[in-house]
């Protein structure tokens, strides 16, 4: 497999006066160019995409770069990145970070990068606030312009319900849980994962990404916890194109939040992204997942439900 849709990531920290986000690691693959235009970088409010998201405290989706307040449009062309999506995350109302997820659409085959919004004051659904989809893809977004999802409705919704990732391997087939399974399978699309988001404490929005056979959204996708004694971590979900699809297998990895090996741990412990660019040297079982299916970076998010961590999502690259 040559590549993803998830093609890059990289996480903004607090400076210590905190004015400034500040470069906290990045995976960038051959994305070279931009990865040496964004390690010296900082952003202030409002600047740049980080910067945006910080200031908005929300998720910022950009469909494209032109025309637009990204400021490296011409390093990430030209690593095939298309579209990004960008969001802070707080512990016990704390800003921890700004994750950037950069994708990258294929010609050939159909992707969507999705921000879905529940706004109290206009309705009890979520609505989308905006996407970005492959040029097959157009009756697909024309649908998803138009729905309107209660909560524990659709990808996005029972993300926003339950308050954890949610990753369903077939859409097309997955007609009680997915609305739009039937454009679905006329675009091409069969993978789809929904990450929710919360504002401050409050979950009300959800970031979707959704693919094809041809172009995964990941090498690999798992998903992590704490277990009752929180010392150690527990893997309760995984899926992988190469290594057989999805397993149920349990695996664990020892935690401390004083001392956090991994970046599994390290994103549990403190609340931000952690991100991995030798994932064959992490512990365990996440260094067997990545050694199999040759990863190159593993992204740790931290799923976050009113100020704490309730689950991490890796993401093998």
Known sequence: MASTFIK??????????????EFGGGAYGPAKRLAAASRELCWGRGEGLPGHAWDE????????????????????????????VAWPLWLNDRLTSVLVVFCGHDAATAC?????????????DMTLVDGA??????????????????????LPGQAWERGEAVFLEDLPLSADRFVRAGEAAAAGLLRGLAIPVAAQRTIDHAVTFLAGPA???????????????????????????????????EATLPFSALAPAGAIAKACASGAPAISDWPAAEPGASAAAATAIGSWALLAIPVLREGAVVEVLALYL
């Open 8 to 21: 890059a990531a990289e996480v903004w920290l607090p400076s210590g006066d905190g004015s400034l986000l």
């Open 112 to 124: 969507g990068l999705e921000l879905w919004h529940h706004d109290a004051q206009t309705g009890e």
């Open 133 to 154: 989809y492959g040029s097959n893809a157009q009756g697909f977004e024309a649908i998803s312009r138009q729905t309107r999802l209660p909560r524990g409705v659709g």
């Open 57 to 84: 405290g929300r998720p910022v989706l950009l469909g494209r770069f032109e025309g637009s307040y990204f400021r490296r449009t011409e390093a990430a062309h030209a690593a095939g990145l298309s579209c990004a």
């Open 215 to 249: 172009l995964p959204l990941a090498r690999r996708i798992e998903r992590w916890v704490l277990d009752a004694t929180a010392a150690r971590l527990r893997r309760v979900y995984a899926f992988s194109e190469l290594h057989g699809g999805a397993s149920l297998a």
